[in-house]
């Protein structure tokens, strides 16, 4: 079965600062999709970012980006400039036919 | 468009009871995950269905059900409550297949007493 791992319960970062939240995922598929979400106190989760597997170009929106290392089988989020509506939970998830969630990262943005 | 609906918003059971759970996908989608999130943690996989049959269960009781409708809404049982069975109860819905995103509803709060 596949596996999520984010191995940060919390993090915080200061407003207008760069925060990377990591990743990691098992499988032995080739083809699928990684996706970070996140889920505001209001408790509705939204998508921040999806990245296919078969591209090598991480994928960029905005301020969020990530970088994808397939060997690695690595995924983690950086947020730049980080803004205090940015504190949340994130969630990192795979997709190979379910969809299957890591265990979140709360992270806090400071004024 | 309407987004992920569920209801209802709020639901308050004894411990013993049943608890029925909707869920209805945005129009188009065919698969209908749901997701166990007890308070301030993350979410727990428990059933995916897909074109009305159900594809995958994660690590839960069998006291745990479902089904998917012929129009794609679902429902999930929770029979025999349990206090453990407090949690946030998220729907998410997609088209079939790896490389599509899945929207999720605003979930439905289930707190067992």
């Known amino acids: 079965a596949q596996t999520v791992t984010q191995s940060q319960p919390e993090m915080s970062v200061q407003e207008a600062e760069t925060v990377t939240l990591s990743c990691t995922y098992d499988?032995?598929?080739?083809?699928?999709?990684l996706f970070w979400y996140k889920q505001p106190p209001s408790r509705q989760m939204i998508l921040v970012i999806r990245q296919e597997a078969y591209k090598q170009q991480n994928a960029t929106e905005n301020r969020f980006s990530v970088n994808f290392q397939k060997a690695a089988k690595s995924f983690s989020l950086k947020i730049s400039d980080s803004q205090l509506g940015d504190t949340a939970m994130y969630f990192c998830a795979f997709s190979d036919n379910d969809m299957r969630f890591g265990a979140g990262t709360r992270l806090t943005v400071k004024p | 468009e309407a987004g992920v609906t569920q209801s209802p918003t709020h639901l308050i059971k004894t411990r013993g009871q049943q608890a029925t759970l909707r869920c209805s996908p945005i129009?188009?989608?065919?698969?209908v995950y749901w997701y166990q999130q007890a308070l301030g943690l993350g979410l727990q996989f428990l059933l995916w269905?897909?074109?009305?049959?159900?594809?995958n269960r994660g690590n839960f009781p069998p006291r745990f059900s479902g089904r998917q409708f012929p129009n794609y809404s679902s429902e999930l049982n929770v029979n025999a409550l349990e206090l453990e069975d407090s949690a946030l109860y998220l729907c998410?819905?997609?088209?079939?297949?790896?490389?599509?995103?899945?929207?999720f509803g605003q979930g439905t709060r289930l707190t067992v007493v």
């Open positions: 998410a819905s997609s088209f079939t297949g790896y490389n599509t995103e899945a929207f």
């Open positions: 499988t032995s598929e080739n083809n699928y999709y």
């Open positions: 269905y897909d074109e009305g049959e159900e594809r």
């Open positions: 129009s188009g989608h065919t698969s």
